[in-house]
């Protein structure tokens, strides 16, 4: 299944090109990039494991994907997103972030739905990876 | 009735409060030397008097109607601080391109300042009901328009602000960079709750982050609230699981009195959605409530501007749509509909970027050409996500973007429902024209002229993107708009 | 309306770059007059210079008619004794090397082994990685760079933030250009030891050492940067300082020749204070000579012939 996070999962995956013109784009914005993977992309899980920390003294998109090939070669066979965060006041959030790794077999996600009265159900999603079936 | 004419404070005290019927401007309501204090409130009032009467005596009169004043004069004034709970009307400017040699009869612009001590804190009821009270319709003046509005921190500060704000409610769906997208599901009455659903599910896997609920949809013979909140949900945890994303539905929680309303409101965070909807129409005080409810809940809340026409759009008479979203800010909401400028409803694009940085911005400039006639600081207040809705299809994408930045959510119903290869294919087409023009924004491509070809050339590997454009290609809503700004800015002319 | 005259239009059969003109439109020409004019001697190291310009110029003229060709290397080495003007010269060919479009921008990162090379296991590659990503985009100078190889400690972390270093020259040629700089001799036992960074230095600059009378120019020039100058009796004794500094030991060229003035200010501005302290006043003459005795009381006067180290 090909997981839709990130600002640009609808369009075909960027190329290493179009990477270091979204990361210029974030370091003329004043942004500081970071480097990302997990192999658990449930929409709840937050916190991404970093490689490294948010590059805030880089000036040039290239240092930026020397670090993406850095991890992409550590972890091929995880996701790796690229975040840019802005510092400025009524921000301090990430503005911008997108995959830039995609697993070869992505998992997929179950809907586990408890039933309660009066019709009401709690949904929760759990992620089922490659060679793992449902639960009993 | 007295024959005094010197200002106020170098009359007798004695024939001021004589009995019997003095001019507003007599009675110390219009003080022209008066300087605003950081911690007044300010109203700035489009008046067209009647006949006969001056526009200081009528900024006067609004001033005292809004404010302190009745018709005739009160000795028990002088049990109180008077001078200092008394509106003070301190500046009347004629309003350009009006009066003699115009279309438009005379109009002026009036600047009130309020005492702080006028108003009860976080209240927007009271606040608007000195402010917009009884002054409408009152007989010296034809009409009369509030037009703008500055908070002082001081008051900003006694107002919760919207629950969630834009930063957290980004971080909360876990999308960033781009405007969200969204669509009001269709046809807007009539659908079971079980075809309801379907709609959602559809909307949400091909890519849309919400759908929403109309207005009018509330509990109703043809699908009960219970019923569309069941099969609501139901979609929207599939579309979820299918995709890997956070998407939700404004479930409208809209009722006939706020127990009903806090009930779905409950049954709506039980069910885990992230977001509920309610309508203006509920009123300023059934709103701050849900602000509240939803702040203590973890919940997004979306408002649906139903009703504001009545008093927005004309421009010499009600309120000033700028003024609805400074009022809806402090009361709290989350998103609020703020204009598309490209779409089927009013909207001037000074007009709309006016409004659109009262939402969004931490401190608004004064900006005479975007119709804001004050600085405004909102002292940390969180900012609301505006929503554009009615009449946008993809092909306006590069537009909307240019016009409208990226902290919005489009939303595109007859443009998500209406696509001729299905809801999800509609919904596809929305998403995909979208990433293509904000990946081509930031590599430096300059949208508003080359947009057309960005997505042409998207459109040549989305099918869905190339039949949307096809379909709706010439569908444009050239009329022009009523509310438009005053101030126009004119390039000096080369000698 | 056809005016054209030399050269006579021919129609060409095949594209043709005009070099003059990119040479005008990239003001590479600039870079090197400024070179010319503002150091003194290292003529060699100009020429030098002056041919990687037109290399690089005329690369960049290749690929824009389309002739395919692997990306030149640009890493280089400048080897030459302190004080030579290698950091100078660095900074000016980074210009170069951004007018012609071979690095994004004209930054010179500097570092030494300590910026590149920690002290404990693992700390190594994320400095090395730090400072890499810090110069992309422009140029990283390693300033004695054979540090970073220590052969009589086999454990040493150098070794690493040399591999690391070698991946990115090779991977990031479009991104980087590297200046390895220091002594000739050490720079050579380097090289002979890691034949992996030699080969991908595509120049190499040899910075020589300055003539005694090319550094009293440089005295000159750099007194004349300051607002000072030299009358013609202190003029001498520069020139006599000179000669005898450069046997003495830790003799850096142009920088002894700047420690040197800065010590003749302070020396003369004792001597005035000395002087107004009794009630004088100083003129605009005064106020700008470096006098005779300014410098005769430097301790390179001191020492005798037999320390110092001459013949």
Redesign the interface.
């Known amino acids: 299944?090909r997981?839709?996070?990130g600002?640009?999962?609808?369009?075909?995956d960027l190329t290493d090109a179009?990477i270091r013109?979204?990361v210029d784009?974030a370091l003329r914005q004043g942004w500081a990039p970071s480097v990302e993977f997990t192999d658990d992309?449930?929409?709840?899980n937050?916190y991404w494991e970093m490689w490294?920390l948010p590059?805030f003294?880089?000036?040039?998109?290239?240092?930026?994907l020397?670090?993406i090939?850095?991890c992409r070669k550590a972890y091929p066979d995880r996701y790796i997103r690229v975040?840019?965060f802005d510092a400025t006041?009524?921000?301090?959030?990430?503005?911008?972030?997108?995959l830039v790794n995609r697993p070869p077999r992505e998992p997929?996600?179950?809907?586990i739905r408890t039933e309660g009265p009066?019709?009401?159900?709690?949904?929760s999603?759990r992620t089922v990876r490659e060679n793992e079936g449902a639960p009993e | 009735m007295s024959t005094a004419t010197a200002e106020t404070g170098k009359r007798q005290a004695r024939g001021r409060y004589d009995a019997g019927v003095l001019k507003y401007r007599e009675m110390g309501y219009w003080q022209p030397d008066y300087v605003p204090r950081d911690t007044d409130v300010i109203a700035l009032f489009r008046i067209t008097p009647q006949e006969g009467v001056e526009p200081e005596e009528a900024a006067a009169a609004v001033a005292g109607e809004s404010s302190t004043a009745t018709w005739t004069v009160v000795w028990t004034d002088r049990l109180t601080a008077c001078d200092a709970y008394r509106a003070k009307a301190y500046r009347v400017d004629p309003v350009p391109n009006t009066g003699p040699g115009t279309r438009t009869e005379q109009q002026y612009f009036a600047y009130i300042a309020y005492e702080l001590d006028l108003f009860e804190e976080g209240s927007i009821a009271n606040l608007t009901a000195s402010i917009i009270g009884n002054v409408f319709g009152f007989k010296p003046l034809k009409a009369l328009r509030l037009e703008d509005m500055r908070i002082p921190v001081a008051y900003v500060k006694t107002f919760q602000g919207p629950a969630t704000g834009i930063v957290v409610e980004r971080e909360r769906l876990d999308k960033f960079g781009r405007p969200l997208l969204g669509a009001t599901t269709k046809p807007k009455l009539g659908l079971s709750g079980r075809n309801y659903g379907r709609v959602v599910y559809e909307a949400l896997k091909g890519g849309l982050d919400f759908v929403k609920d109309d207005e009018n949809i509330n509990s109703q013979p043809f699908m009960h609230w219970r019923d569309r909140f069941l099969f609501v949900m139901e979609a929207v945890n599939r579309a979820s699981a299918a995709t890997g994303e956070v998407k939700g539905h404004y479930l409208n929680v809209t009722a006939a009195t706020m127990e009903d309303m806090y009930e779905r409101a409950e049954f709506a965070k039980e069910l885990g959605s992230v977001i509920v909807m309610i309508d203006l129409v509920i009123g300023y005080t059934a709103i701050q409530s849900m602000a509240k409810w939803a702040r203590r809940n973890d919940m997004i809340l979306h408002l649906h501007r139903a009703g504001h026409s009545t008093y927005t759009r004309q421009k010499n008479h009600g309120i000033a749509f700028r003024v609805i979203s400074k009022w809806m800010r402090l009361a709290g909401v989350d998103h609020i509909h703020a204009g598309t400028v490209v779409g089927k409803l009013e909207g001037d694009p000074a007009v709309i970027a006016g409004i659109y940085d009262t939402l969004r911005e931490p401190f608004t400039p004064a900006n005479l050409g975007h119709g804001l006639f004050f600085d405004q600081d909102w002292a940390g207040m969180r900012k609301v996500m505006p929503v554009a809705s009615g009449g946008i299809h993809a092909g306006q994408m590069h537009q909307l973007i240019s016009y409208l930045g990226e902290d919005v959510v489009l939303q595109f119903g007859g443009g998500t429902i209406g696509h001729p290869h299905g809801i999800e294919a509609g919904a596809q087409a929305n998403r995909v024209a979208l990433e293509a023009i904000i990946q081509a924004r930031n590599e430096g491509v300059d949208i508003w002229n080359e947009g057309p070809e960005v997505l042409e050339k998207a459109a040549r590997w989305c099918t869905p993107l190339r039949a949307a454009l096809e379909t709706w290609r010439d569908v444009t809503f050239d009329y022009t708009s009523t509310d438009t700004v005053d101030f126009v800015p004119t390039a000096t002319p080369a000698s | 309306m056809n005016t054209a005259s030399n050269p006579p239009a021919v129609a060409p059969s095949t594209p043709s770059v005009d070099l003059q003109a990119m040479l005008a439109e990239t003001h590479v020409s600039d870079v090197i007059e400024q070179l010319d004019n503002d150091l003194i001697g290292l003529a060699p190291v100009k020429q030098r210079v002056r041919e990687i310009a037109a290399f690089l110029l005329v690369a960049k003229a290749r690929a824009q008619v389309g002739i395919e060709s692997e990306q030149p290397s640009m890493h280089m080495c400048f080897t030459g004794n302190p004080g030579t003007g290698k950091t100078t010269v660095a900074v000016r060919m980074a210009d170069i090397l951004q007018r012609l479009g071979w690095v994004r921008r004209n930054t010179v990162v500097t570092v030494t082994r300590d910026d590149l090379v920690g002290q404990y296991i693992g700390h190594t590659a994320p400095k090395t990685r730090e400072v890499l990503k810090r110069a992309m985009g422009g140029v990283l100078f390693i300033d004695e760079a054979y540090y970073l190889y220590r052969p009589e400690n086999e454990r040493d972390y150098g070794q690493e933030s040399i591999e690391i270093l070698l991946q990115a020259m090779e991977a990031n040629r479009n991104d980087l250009v590297v200046i390895l700089a220091g002594y000739k001799d050490r720079m050579e036992t380097f090289f002979r030891a890691n034949a992996g960074i030699h080969s991908r230095i595509a120049h190499h600059i040899e910075f020589s050492d300055f003539s005694a009378e090319e550094l009293l120019q440089i005295a000159e020039l750099m007194a004349e940067r300051m607002h000072y100058r030299f009358d013609a009796e202190s003029l001498e004794t520069m020139r006599n300082y000179i000669e005898r500094r450069i046997h003495q030991p830790n003799f850096a060229n142009a920088r002894s020749i700047r420690n040197a003035l800065d010590r003749a200010r302070l020396r003369q501005a004792n001597r005035l204070f000395a002087r107004a302290m009794k009630g004088a006043r100083a003129s605009v003459e005064e106020l700008t000579l470096i006098a005779s005795e300014d410098l005769l009381s430097s301790r390179v006067f001191q020492m005798k012939e037999a320390d110092s180290g001459s013949g």
């Open positions: 299944m997981i839709t996070q600002t640009f999962s609808f369009l075909p179009q013109a979204q784009y992309p449930h929409p709840r937050t490294g590059m003294e880089v000036q040039d998109a290239a240092a930026v020397y670090e090939n850095a975040n840019a006041r009524g921000f301090e959030s990430v503005r911008l972030s997108f997929r996600f179950e809907l009066g019709r009401s159900v709690r949904y999603l």
